[in-house]
């Protein structure tokens, strides 16, 4: 189990392989591995990335400003968008925005391919930056060297790390679903008092989900499942086991672990579970 506050978490300079200026806050980061995973708060200024996928999936939920994907779509604040393994999105399009903030959670998707960590990417990237450059989220390699010359930069940083070719699985989805949370109806909670939700939907057959939850000043749930599970507010006040939450704060809780959170405050949560990869690890391949 962990809790955090993202008001206590400093904010630092990201990604190297893409134009324009990003600050993230890690919230949370799991271990190396095919269920690896990182959650952060991102924050860009002037933002360009060209039309890209990627092996992992990812959720976005738009704190500020209006992330504008191209013939992708835009997501406004507000809006959750889903972005699965393998399948193209963008290119995105900042403009002239200065203040665009983003949950954004990425994780190892249904193939098995893993996620790569914050902290090992931009390693990565630096260590490419010393045999060639980045520009407009394309890596460019330079003359003499062995690889591909010109590489969407992420890509490039994957290679460089797995010291292999990347090979994309087959896309389970179409597109990116950009869902509208506020024309969700809120349901009530089975066995809960003033508590309800909103299913945003599970993805592919290892169970990713997203929902929202509310809690009426007062109310009382225990949070946590069979799965892991992930918990940021977004609005109230209140009391995580012996913790006080307030805006920011992120609670995370492995399989079957269990928190009592109750609140003094309206409150509103967005939950996050991430897809069920056990059996795609190494050791119950090789069992």
Same mark, same amino acid.
């Given at each position: 189990?962990?809790?955090?506050?993202?008001?206590?978490?400093?904010?630092?300079?990201?990604?190297?392989?893409? $134009?324009?200026?990003? !600050?993230?806050?890690? #919230?949370?980061? &799991?271990?190396?591995?095919?269920?690896?995973?990182?959650?952060?708060?991102?924050?860009?200024?002037?933002r360009f990335s060209p039309r890209h996928r990627h092996m992992f999936e990812q959720f976005r939920y738009q704190l500020a400003g209006t992330a504008d994907y191209s013939k992708t779509g835009k997501l406004e604040p507000g809006m959750?968008?889903?972005?699965? $393994?393998?399948?193209? !999105?963008?290119?995105? #399009?900042?403009? &002239?925005?200065?203040d665009l903030e983003v949950l954004c959670l990425q994780c190892g998707g249904a193939s098995g391919g893993g996620y790569i960590g914050r902290g090992e990417q931009l390693k990565a990237a630096k260590e490419l930056q010393s045999m060639g450059s980045f520009k407009d989220g394309v890596y460019y390699r330079n003359e003499g060297l062995p690889g591909k010359?010109?590489?969407?930069?992420?890509q490039a940083i994957w290679e460089h790390v797995m010291g292999r070719p990347l090979k994309y699985p087959e896309p389970r989805y179409a597109s990116p679903f950009l869902m509208k949370p506020d024309n969700f109806d809120w349901r009530p909670v089975e066995g809960a008092n003033d508590v309800y939700e909103k299913p945003m939907g599970v993805f592919t057959e290892r169970n990713t989900a997203s929902s929202f939850?509310?809690?009426?000043?007062g109310a009382t749930h225990e949070f946590g499942s069979p799965g892991r599970?992930?918990?940021?507010?977004?609005?109230?006040?209140?009391?995580?086991?012996?913790?006080?939450y307030r805006w920011g704060t992120t609670l995370y809780l492995d399989p079957d672990e269990r928190l009592s959170v109750s609140a003094t405050e309206d409150s509103k949560l967005l939950h996050f579970r991430l897809p069920d990869l056990d059996d795609l690890k190494p050791e119950h391949r090789e069992a």
């Open positions: 189990m962990k809790i955090v506050h993202s008001d206590e978490i400093d904010s630092n300079r990201a990604s190297l392989h893409r $134009e324009g200026a990003a !600050y993230r806050k890690l #919230l949370l980061e &799991g271990e190396p591995g095919v269920d690896n995973f990182s959650l952060v708060i991102s924050r860009s200024e002037e959750l968008g889903y972005f699965p $393994e393998a399948v193209h !999105y963008g290119p995105q #399009l900042q403009g &002239g925005q200065k010359r010109n590489v969407e930069g992420s939850l509310k809690l009426g000043s599970d992930i918990y940021f507010v977004l609005d109230g006040a209140g009391d995580a086991g012996d913790e006080k």
